[in-house]
T-cell receptor, first 114, second 110 residues
């Protein structure tokens, strides 16, 4: 079936604004992950959902970042009071289950905070 | 923080040659995965090797894992222009959270 999709592809916002990034995982995948990738770096873990609950949010950099997955499928990453340092590519991935499964990544959302 | 570290940072080879890149990591792992990324966007999964495996093949790809040295290598044989990309190793120490290195940028010259 279809792969992981993310919207929007690109988002330009001004410092201080609120943004929402959406992720549609592969149908049937119970695990969903958010990562952030800065220029020239590898992705860094933000948060992991198993079903509807956030099983591990230890990678969220501060309380301006929040993510939800209310029905266990689509997830939204929310960033309040954006800062220039939040500029990065935000990647979403999903996998069948929890244990040692391949994570399939979406194309990412490139966020630019001016 | 990033656990994996790829070497070299960049690699330029002629089409048809083999490309080898290495990954070192710091802590015990359950598995190690290699990904390819084109143009800084989505990552494509290449291969997963579990901690009890030493070598895996997939098409033109060969991955080795040495848990005693905490290192892995990715070999791409008979490279093509389409292999031009960044390659990342990612370690899984706890069954879900992947830790990525900074990647190796591979350029295949025609």
């Amino acid at each position: 079936g279809a792969g992981v999709s993310q919207t929007p592809s690109n988002k330009v916002t001004e410092k201080g604004k609120y943004v929402e990034l959406r992720c549609d995982p592969i149908s049937g995948h119970t695990a969903l992950y958010w990562y952030r990738q800065s220029l020239g770096q590898g992705p860094e873990f933000l948060i992991y959902f198993q079903g509807t609950g956030a099983a591990d949010d230890s990678g969220l950099p501060n309380d301006r970042f929040f993510a939800v997955r209310p029905e266990g499928s689509v997830s939204t990453l929310k960033i309040q009071r954006t800062e220039r340092g939040d500029s990065a590519v935000y990647l979403c991935a999903s996998s069948l289950g929890q244990f040692q499964e391949t994570q399939y990544f979406g194309p990412g959302t490139r966020l630019l905070v001016l | 923080s990033q656990q994996g570290e790829e070497d070299p940072q960049a690699l330029s080879i002629q089409e048809g040659e083999n490309a080898t890149m290495n990954c070192s990591y710091k802590t015990s792992i359950n598995n190690l995965q290699w990904y390819r990324q084109n143009s800084g966007r989505g990552l494509v999964h290449l291969i997963l090797i579990r901690s009890n495996e030493r070598e895996k093949h997939s098409g033109r790809l060969r991955v080795t894992l040495d848990t005693s040295k905490k290192s892995s290598s990715l070999l791409i044989t008979a490279s093509r222009a389409a292999d031009t990309a960044s390659y990342f190793c990612a370690t899984d120490a706890n069954d879900y959270k992947l830790s990525f290195g900074a990647g190796t940028t591979v350029t295949v010259r025609a």
